[in-house]
């Protein structure tokens, strides 16, 4: 998780652990620059990413230095407030989905992982070098 | 955010949203002004057959202890042999442990909204645990909503399934593809997590009508989409 | 030879003119005269012993001649038929054939003696008597006279067009043999004749009358019928005791006659005086009602008089000299003002137009004229009203100038002169561009062009300095006058629009206040959704979380969250007391003093001593100027400045802020830098509005994150401005303006 207030990750950790039969590690870092050094290790499997981050201005600039760090794993955007226009750029920006900071429940938590650690691909596919 | 109090088909978000998970939310957001925590959009399959809460394009909070292998739930589930024989919203005082959509300790009610995309296939949205009855009327505005925001979810996605022409990200990745690149490493190329390099080459292999990558890449060769 | 009988017959028979043919029972020709050989062009041998049939043109004839008389029966009747012969030479005449019987001496018929007369004469008679009637009804009908002939029984013999058409409506009952008093009463009964009046008694009188002229013609006599016609009758008695009439149309001479009886009336009534004199014994012939009228005079009166005895003032010497000129012809028409006398001695003002009407033996002088005292009284009103007119535009408040199209100026009333510092006269031939300040030149000259004989009158508002120096906004109305598409005068009309001026801008200053308030509480809006909903909702989920654990018996760690609760509620508190500071601020007027910009500043500086002392700052203030400001919000603007490059400020080094003020035309410009930590550029904007959180440790940063968004409040609401200037590096740079008169 991404954010600069702690307290956030205080909450987020607590809706997690409600969560019936879910394993979560939940690392927490304050800037965009530990966030890079830290998916840079290849133990992060999924961010969380505060859209406000000082001393950046919005996602549009942090999301993409995660993605230049090399990491594939989804990015989810968590903001108190994602109604602005701007927010609807987010695929664009390598993000993968957005969600408001009160809609985080356990509920979207468990959807969230099933939806971003399901095989989307049949076996077939999966990756079949040619 | 949204505004629970909001009427969906007056919001502004039902127009933004983009992915499952933003239809996710929207579908959460209308059960939770309803005072529900479990639900989910599922596909109704033939008659007497069961619903699979894995299918492509399901979108649930039901906790997988509540199914045989996490997601399996039997046609003899009330509630799914009410979906497969109506065409109307109900409430259904679901009995004893009969269903599995009503999971321990949580109230016998359960909402059914029976739903049909332009293609044909029929969809129902399924609410569990009202703890309040629900009022004819309010019954009727969940319907609606609920119809509003499926019918966006076909637009966005559902449909793509019948819909030709691939997005101008869909032919890079294609392009890749046929480079040899994996997901992973598309995913690098592009900036987009590996999830969102799979969901784009799922979309793809449906709109061609191909189950694997070499075919993917030799249809749009094909048909001109790539060279 | 003896003269027998048959001796006779023989020789009748042959000196018949008409052919004679004898045939047999047998239709056999036994004999032939000489006419006949003569005229049918056969010998007597050709004839003598064949049938008759070829003599017939028509087989139909023959036939049905040959079927009538054979077989011969004894007959007292000769039996005649109408045929065509055809002679040995193909051609053809008409002629009568009549067959008699001959009988032998016991009675029996044995032949009969056919004899073919010639009609070809007589039918060309016919034909000649035929086209001759036939010409005469032709001409009568052609004649547009009307003509009728009565007979010695007075029964209508015949009549033409043109008398029906006359009489239309009596037309059904001319019928040739109708008597006349028997068409006449028919047309009397619908109608026909006007003069009849509509009784029965008139029209009984008008018969009788009519018929007894009838009877005994004594002449023309004009008669009128309807529609609407006069027609001059005339009747005669024919030797035979026939009666002819011819009824001439004379509808147009009445109306020509009655026409200038009309004109006659016309000028009798009209209501100018018309007089006609003649020139032999210069008498009056005439005079109108109108002119007898006024001059008091009776027709008979005015023949007496000659026209000098009326006149007073331009007989006999003046008039005799210009009604010489008329008399000989040399001039036309003459009109002259005089003075007429009426009979009663009193006298009135007249217009005169006179005219030589006839140069023949005895010509005369037609007078037109015309009572001109109403005239006279209307010219001098109006000449009041032209100066009344004149009175008011000298006096009126607005500045009125007539020029031309090059502002050379014809006319300036007073009050303009007065303005400028010159009297009226003096302003006369001066253009006025020279009066209206330099640099508004140009942008009246091109207003000026632009007026067209399409858009000839526009508006402008300029800026006028009187004579005592006063500036005052006038607004100008200047209407080009074109003539044939070219300028020939321009009016313009200015008016002071100072006050009205004053108050638009107070209206606009206050609509600007008003927009200002408006912003604030749409910020405030987002404010409460966004920064206030945030904090709150970490409260509510923090409390759960204590619930939770307290639930649970875990009460070892309540520290965290309750931590969080109470850290997170002050920082509410903070806001919203920082919130209702700004919407004070937003909803309070300015009240302006003049002060110098110095006592602010420095009231500013020391309230933050506190501050100061802990930051080791200075302040280097370069800022003697005189503003008019509010003089506690300069002091709020400020210290939240100040406040702002202490609290950023870099802890390595001396806090050092540095003040400047120049003032331009009409405005101060403020540039206040500081040494500190800066400011981001690309957040140059969001630091100036409400709540922009841009360091995340609050605790290290105190403060609620309005003070800049406060200061920028108080500039605009002097109508001023304030933005960072990114360019800076060493630290935060601030550049303000104010206006020096708060709008």
Redesign the interface.
């Known amino acids: 998780m991404v954010d600069?207030?702690p307290?956030?990750h205080?909450?987020l950790q607590?809706q997690m652990k409600k969560v019936?039969?879910l394993s979560v590690k939940l690392d927490y870092v304050?800037d965009i620059g530990a966030a890079v050094e830290s998916v840079g290790t290849g133990d992060v499997d999924m961010v969380f990413l505060d859209n406000r981050l000082?001393?950046n201005?919005d996602f549009r600039q942090t999301a993409?230095l995660l993605?230049?760090a090399?990491?594939?794993?989804?990015?989810?955007l968590i903001s108190?407030?994602?109604?602005d226009a701007y927010?609807?750029e987010f695929?664009e920006?390598?993000v993968?989905?957005?969600?408001?900071?009160?809609?985080i429940d356990g509920?979207?938590i468990?959807?969230?992982v099933s939806?971003?650690t399901r095989q989307?691909?049949?076996e077939?596919?999966s990756?079949?070098?040619? | 955010m949204l505004a629970p109090e909001t009427v969906f088909h007056q919001g502004p978000e039902l127009e933004r949203a983009v992915n499952r998970m933003d239809f996710f939310r929207l579908f959460k957001s209308l059960a939770g002004s309803h005072g529900v925590q479990f639900f989910g959009v599922v596909e109704i399959p033939g008659e007497t057959a069961s619903i699979n809460l894995g299918q492509a394009h399901v979108l649930h909070n039901f906790p997988g202890s509540w199914f045989e292998d996490g997601a399996n739930c039997l046609a003899a589930d009330p509630v799914v042999s009410y979906l497969q024989q109506s065409t109307a919203p109900i409430v259904l005082e679901v009995e004893g442990n009969s269903s599995a959509f009503v999971g321990d300790n949580c109230s016998p009610r359960v909402l059914v909204v029976p739903l049909q995309a332009a293609s044909g296939k029929r969809y129902g949205l399924i609410m569990s645990g009202l703890e309040r009855p629900v009022a004819h009327q309010q019954l009727a505005l969940i319907a609606l909503d609920a119809a509003l925001i499926f019918q966006r979810y076909f637009e966005v996605l559902l449909s793509l399934d019948s819909i030709s022409g691939l997005s101008e990200r869909e032919i890079q990745i294609v392009r890749w593809t046929s480079e040899g690149k994996t997901s992973s490493e598309i995913a690098i190329i592009l900036g987009l997590s590996e999830h969102t390099v799979n969901s784009y080459i799922a979309a793809v292999l449906r709109k061609l009508q191909v189950v694997n990558r070499a075919q993917m890449v030799a249809a749009a060769l094909r048909s001109g989409l790539i060279s | 030879m003896q003269l027998s009988p048959e001796n006779l017959l023989k020789a009748l028979y042959e000196t018949m003119p008409d052919p004679v043919l004898v045939l047999d029972g047998n239709r056999t020709i036994l004999a032939v005269n000489g006419s006949a050989i003569e005229t049918l062009g056969f010998s007597a041998e050709e004839l003598i012993g064949t049938g008759p049939e070829r003599l017939y043109a028509s087989a139909v004839d023959a036939r049905e001649v040959g079927e009538d008389l054979y077989p011969l029966r004894g007959s007292s009747k000769p039996y005649r038929r109408r045929v065509d012969v055809r002679r040995k030479d193909g051609s053809i005449f008409p002629a009568e054939v009549t067959n008699s019987i001959i009988e032998s001496g016991g009675g029996q018929p044995i032949g009969l003696v056919a004899i073919i007369r010639d009609l070809s004469a007589v039918l060309q008679a016919q034909k000649q008597r035929l086209r001759a009637e036939t010409i005469l009804n032709t001409a009568l009908a052609s004649i547009s006279q009307g003509f009728a002939v009565y007979d010695g029984e007075d029964r209508l013999v015949l009549c033409n067009d043109a008398y029906r058409e006359i009489y239309s409506i009596s037309a059904p009952a001319m019928q040739v043999g109708s008597s006349f008093e028997t068409i006449i009463r028919y047309g009397l009964e619908r109608g026909q004749f006007p003069g009849a009046g509509t009784t029965a008694e008139t029209r009984a009188a008008w018969l009788e009358q009519r018929l007894a002229r009838h009877t005994n013609p004594e002449g023309p006599f004009v008669q009128k019928v309807e529609p609407g016609r006069t027609l001059q009758i005339e009747e005669r008695i024919t030797g035979d005791n026939y009666r002819v009439g011819v009824l001439t149309d004379v509808s147009a001479l009445s109306e020509i006659k009655s026409e200038a009886e009309r004109l006659g009336v016309i000028i009798e009534g009209v209501a100018q005086e018309v007089y006609l004199v003649r020139l032999s014994d210069r008498r009056f012939i005439y005079a109108n009602k109108s002119a007898r009228d006024n001059l008091q005079y009776s027709m008979d009166e005015m023949r007496q008089l000659e026209p000098q005895m009326i006149n007073v003032d331009l007989f006999p010497d003046k008039l005799a000299g210009k009604a010489a000129s008329i008399i000989s012809g040399k001039t036309k028409t003459l009109i002259a003002d005089t003075m007429l006398r009426r009979k009663d001695g009193t006298m009135y003002p007249c217009r005169v137009r006179l005219e030589l009407m006839d140069t023949g033996p005895d010509p005369v002088v037609l007078a037109f004229a015309e009572d001109i005292t109403e005239r006279l009284e209307i010219e001098r009103a109006l000449a009041r009203k032209q100066h009344e007119f004149e009175t008011l535009v000298q006096n009126l408040p607005d500045f009125i100038v007539r020029a031309r199209p090059d502002t050379t100026m014809t006319y300036t009333n007073a009050h303009y002169a007065r303005f400028v510092g010159l009297e009226p006269a003096e302003m006369i031939g001066r253009k006025f561009l020279e009066f209206i300040p330099d640099h508004f030149h140009e942008v009246l000259e091109a207003h000026l062009a632009s007026l067209s004989p399409d858009n000839p009158m526009k508006t402008s508002e300029q800026t006028m300095v009187a004579e005592s120096g006063e500036q005052l906004w006038y607004l100008w109305t200047n209407l080009m006058i074109f003539e044939d598409g070219e300028p020939v005068e321009l009016l313009s009309v200015g008016r002071d629009i100072t006050e009205t001026r004053e108050a638009r801008n107070r209206i606009a200053s206050q609509a600007r206040q008003l927009e200002l308030r408006n912003d604030a509480l749409e910020q405030f809006g987002g404010i409460v959704s966004h920064d206030l909903k945030a904090p709150l909702r970490q409260i509510r989920l923090f409390a759960d979380m204590i619930a939770e654990d307290v639930g649970a018996g875990k009460v070892d760690d309540l520290e965290t969250p309750s931590g969080y609760i109470s850290d997170r509620a002050k920082g509410l508190e903070r806001m919203i007391s920082s919130l209702f500071e700004y919407s004070q601020l937003a909803y309070q007027g300015i009240n302006p003093v003049t002060l110098r910009l110095d006592d602010p500043i420095a009231a500013a500086w020391s309230n933050l001593t506190v501050h100061v002392a802990e930051a080791d700052a200075s302040l280097f203030c370069e800022a003697d100027i005189e503003i008019e400001a509010d003089r506690n919000l300069l002091i709020q603007f400020f210290q939240n400045l100040f406040a702002n490059s202490l609290k950023y400020r870099d802890p390595s080094r001396p806090t050092e802020v540095r003040l400047r003020a120049e003032a331009g035309e009409n405005r101060i410009t403020i540039t206040l830098e500081d040494n500190g930590i800066g400011i981001d550029p690309r957040n140059a904007d969001t630091v100036f509005g409400v709540f922009q959180r841009l360091h995340p440790d609050e605790t290290l940063y105190s403060g609620s994150g309005i003070g800049l968004a406060l200061c920028r409040q108080i500039a605009e609401s002097h109508g001023g401005t304030i933005v960072l200037d990114s360019s800076y590096r060493d630290g935060a740079r601030f550049v303000a303006t104010f206006p020096t008169v708060p709008l």
């Not at chain 1, 090399?70 to 989810?76: H, W």
């Not at chain 1, 990756?127 to 040619?130: A, I, N, V």
Request: proline share 5%; aromatic share 12%; charged share 30%.
């Open positions: 600069d207030d307290a956030e205080v909450l607590r019936d039969g304050a000082v001393p201005d993409p993605r230049q090399g990491f594939v794993g989804p990015i989810g108190s407030d994602i109604s927010f609807n695929r920006y390598g993968d989905f957005r969600i408001g900071k009160d809609e509920a979207a468990r959807f969230i939806e971003y989307q691909l049949s077939a596919c990756e079949d070098y040619m």
